[in-house]
Protein backbone atom coordinates (compact mmCIF):
# COMPACT_ATOMS: atom_id res chain seq x y z
CA UNK A 1 0.00 0.00 0.00
CA UNK A 2 1.46 3.38 -1.11
CA UNK A 3 2.92 5.63 1.89
CA UNK A 4 2.10 9.19 1.98
CA UNK A 5 2.63 12.71 3.69
CA UNK A 6 -1.04 14.62 3.95
CA UNK A 7 -0.17 18.50 4.13
CA UNK A 8 -1.73 19.92 6.93
CA UNK A 9 -2.26 23.03 5.45
CA UNK A 10 -3.49 22.23 1.60
CA UNK A 11 -4.08 18.49 2.07
CA UNK A 12 -1.97 17.51 -0.77
CA UNK A 13 -0.51 13.85 -0.72
CA UNK A 14 3.46 14.43 -0.50
CA UNK A 15 6.33 11.45 -0.97
CA UNK A 16 7.26 10.96 2.51
CA UNK A 17 10.40 11.77 2.09
CA UNK A 18 9.46 15.47 1.16
CA UNK A 19 9.93 17.95 4.04
CA UNK A 20 7.97 20.16 2.59
CA UNK A 21 4.69 20.19 0.70
CA UNK A 22 5.28 20.15 -3.07
CA UNK A 23 2.09 22.19 -3.66
CA UNK A 24 2.31 25.19 -0.80
CA UNK A 25 5.72 25.11 0.55
CA UNK A 26 4.01 23.97 4.48
CA UNK A 27 7.02 22.28 6.48
CA UNK A 28 5.87 18.57 6.51
CA UNK A 29 8.98 17.33 8.80
CA UNK A 30 6.47 16.65 11.63
CA UNK A 31 3.64 15.16 9.60
CA UNK A 32 3.47 11.52 10.14
CA UNK A 33 3.56 9.37 6.78
CA UNK A 34 0.02 7.50 6.54
CA UNK A 35 -1.53 4.96 3.55
CA UNK A 36 -4.89 5.14 2.75
CA UNK A 37 -6.24 2.88 5.56
CA UNK A 38 -4.94 5.19 8.35
CA UNK A 39 -5.05 8.82 6.31
CA UNK A 40 -8.31 9.02 8.31
CA UNK A 41 -6.95 8.69 12.09
CA UNK A 42 -6.08 12.16 12.79
CA UNK A 43 -3.31 12.66 15.89
CA UNK A 44 -4.49 15.71 17.38
CA UNK A 45 -2.76 16.72 20.49
CA UNK A 46 -5.62 18.40 23.50
CA UNK A 47 -4.28 21.78 23.78
CA UNK A 48 -5.94 25.01 24.85
CA UNK A 49 -4.65 27.32 22.56
CA UNK A 50 -4.37 27.21 18.66
CA UNK A 51 -1.27 28.18 17.28
CA UNK A 52 -0.70 29.95 13.88
CA UNK A 53 2.00 32.07 12.39
CA UNK A 54 1.51 35.75 12.04
CA UNK A 55 2.57 37.31 8.82
CA UNK A 56 4.04 40.95 8.47
CA UNK A 57 0.90 41.20 6.43
CA UNK A 58 -1.03 40.80 9.14
CA UNK A 59 -2.50 37.07 7.58
CA UNK A 60 -3.19 34.12 10.17
CA UNK A 61 -1.19 31.28 9.01
CA UNK A 62 -1.06 27.08 10.10
CA UNK A 63 1.75 27.05 12.65
CA UNK A 64 3.71 24.52 9.81
CA UNK A 65 3.06 26.82 6.86
CA UNK A 66 6.54 28.12 5.20
CA UNK A 67 5.06 30.67 3.22
CA UNK A 68 2.43 32.88 3.82
CA UNK A 69 -1.54 32.41 2.69
CA UNK A 70 -2.30 35.25 1.93
CA UNK A 71 0.63 36.86 0.40
CA UNK A 72 3.20 34.23 -0.51
CA UNK A 73 6.08 35.63 1.72
CA UNK A 74 8.44 33.27 3.71
CA UNK A 75 7.32 33.14 6.90
CA UNK A 76 9.48 29.51 7.93
CA UNK A 77 11.69 32.08 10.41
CA UNK A 78 8.38 33.35 12.19
CA UNK A 79 7.73 31.20 15.10
CA UNK A 80 3.95 29.92 16.23
CA UNK A 81 2.10 32.18 18.66
CA UNK A 82 -1.41 31.75 20.15
CA UNK A 83 -3.90 32.63 18.07
CA UNK A 84 -6.38 35.61 19.13
CA UNK A 85 -10.00 35.29 18.88
CA UNK A 86 -10.63 38.15 16.07
CA UNK A 87 -12.24 35.63 13.90
CA UNK A 88 -15.46 36.71 14.82
CA UNK A 89 -15.62 40.01 13.74
CA UNK A 90 -17.33 41.56 11.12
CA UNK A 91 -16.68 44.29 8.70
CA UNK A 92 -18.76 46.73 6.19
CA UNK A 93 -18.20 49.15 3.58
CA UNK A 94 -19.36 52.63 3.85
CA UNK A 95 -20.04 54.71 1.04
CA UNK A 96 -17.83 57.96 2.03
CA UNK A 97 -21.44 60.19 2.15
CA UNK A 98 -23.68 57.28 3.58
CA UNK A 99 -25.59 56.67 0.64
CA UNK A 100 -25.27 52.87 1.02
CA UNK A 101 -23.58 50.05 3.34
CA UNK A 102 -21.95 46.70 2.23
CA UNK A 103 -21.68 43.54 4.95
CA UNK A 104 -18.61 41.72 4.16
CA UNK A 105 -19.37 37.80 4.35
CA UNK A 106 -16.82 36.30 6.48
CA UNK A 107 -14.71 33.48 5.23
CA UNK A 108 -15.17 34.98 1.63
CA UNK A 109 -13.70 36.41 -1.71
CA UNK A 110 -15.37 38.79 -3.68
CA UNK A 111 -14.61 41.24 -6.41
CA UNK A 112 -16.01 44.99 -6.63
CA UNK A 113 -16.46 46.77 -9.91
CA UNK A 114 -19.24 48.04 -12.36
CA UNK A 115 -20.20 44.71 -13.40
CA UNK A 116 -19.61 43.10 -9.64
CA UNK A 117 -20.86 43.32 -6.39
CA UNK A 118 -21.67 46.92 -5.76
CA UNK A 119 -22.69 46.96 -9.30
CA UNK A 120 -26.03 48.81 -8.57
CA UNK A 121 -24.38 51.57 -6.57
CA UNK A 122 -21.35 52.10 -9.29
CA UNK A 123 -22.83 51.41 -12.40
CA UNK A 124 -22.35 54.82 -13.67
CA UNK A 125 -18.97 55.49 -11.94
CA UNK A 126 -16.69 55.27 -15.22
CA UNK A 127 -13.17 55.51 -13.43
CA UNK A 128 -13.63 52.40 -11.64
CA UNK A 129 -13.39 49.45 -13.80
CA UNK A 130 -15.85 46.33 -14.63
CA UNK A 131 -13.75 44.07 -12.29
CA UNK A 132 -11.68 46.97 -9.94
CA UNK A 133 -10.54 45.52 -6.62
CA UNK A 134 -10.58 41.86 -5.20
CA UNK A 135 -11.84 41.52 -1.11
CA UNK A 136 -10.81 38.55 1.07
CA UNK A 137 -11.97 38.09 3.84
CA UNK A 138 -9.86 35.72 6.36
CA UNK A 139 -9.87 35.34 9.71
CA UNK A 140 -11.70 38.27 10.77
CA UNK A 141 -9.54 40.15 8.68
CA UNK A 142 -10.19 42.19 5.27
CA UNK A 143 -7.31 42.37 2.18
CA UNK A 144 -7.83 44.28 -0.55
CA UNK A 145 -5.81 43.52 -4.01
CA UNK A 146 -6.04 46.27 -6.89
CA UNK A 147 -7.76 44.47 -10.70
CA UNK A 148 -7.93 47.78 -12.55
CA UNK A 149 -4.99 48.62 -14.82
CA UNK A 150 -6.44 51.91 -15.59
CA UNK A 151 -7.66 53.55 -12.80
CA UNK A 152 -5.64 51.51 -9.21
CA UNK A 153 -6.88 51.51 -6.34
CA UNK A 154 -6.22 53.85 -3.45
CA UNK A 155 -6.19 52.93 0.52
CA UNK A 156 -5.64 55.84 2.65
CA UNK A 157 -4.78 57.74 -1.06
CA UNK A 158 -2.03 55.83 -1.36
CA UNK A 159 -2.22 53.76 -4.40
CA UNK A 160 -2.23 49.60 -3.42
CA UNK A 161 -0.22 46.84 -5.31
CA UNK A 162 -1.37 44.84 -7.83
CA UNK A 163 0.17 41.71 -6.40
CA UNK A 164 0.32 41.57 -2.91
CA UNK A 165 -3.03 42.23 -0.77
CA UNK A 166 -3.23 45.11 1.42
CA UNK A 167 -4.86 44.65 5.23
CA UNK A 168 -7.60 46.67 5.56
CA UNK A 169 -8.25 48.29 9.29
CA UNK A 170 -11.54 50.15 10.83
CA UNK A 171 -11.87 53.52 9.54
CA UNK A 172 -9.09 52.79 6.20
CA UNK A 173 -10.88 54.91 2.97
CA UNK A 174 -10.97 53.20 -0.04
CA UNK A 175 -10.61 54.66 -3.41
CA UNK A 176 -11.75 52.89 -6.10
CA UNK A 177 -10.61 54.80 -9.95
CA UNK A 178 -9.52 57.75 -7.95
CA UNK A 179 -7.73 59.90 -4.88
CA UNK A 180 -8.28 62.80 -3.18
CA UNK A 181 -6.33 65.67 -4.84
CA UNK A 182 -6.23 69.00 -3.27
CA UNK A 183 -8.87 68.11 -1.00
CA UNK A 184 -11.09 67.09 -3.54
CA UNK A 185 -12.43 63.39 -4.23
CA UNK A 186 -13.11 62.89 -8.14
CA UNK A 187 -16.64 62.78 -9.32
CA UNK A 188 -16.53 59.47 -10.91
CA UNK A 189 -14.54 57.60 -8.43
CA UNK A 190 -15.82 55.64 -5.19
CA UNK A 191 -14.79 55.98 -2.01
CA UNK A 192 -15.87 53.29 1.04
CA UNK A 193 -14.61 53.29 4.58
CA UNK A 194 -13.78 49.93 6.45
CA UNK A 195 -16.44 49.86 9.43
CA UNK A 196 -16.04 47.45 12.11
CA UNK A 197 -20.02 46.13 12.82
Do not use: W
Not at 82 to 89: I, L
Not at 126 to 135: G, N, T
Not at 190 to 197: A, D, G, Q, S, T
Amino acid sequence: MEKYKVCPNCGEHNSPIFIECSNCGTDLMSVKVVDEATENIIYEPETEETMVKICECGAENPPAARKCSVCDEDISDILPTPKTEDCCKQYAFCEISGAYTYDIPNDTEIILGRENVLKEYISDKSYVSRSHAKIIAKGGKIYITNLSGTNFTYVNNEKISNDTPTLLKPDDEIGLGGCISNGNRQELAVYLVVREK
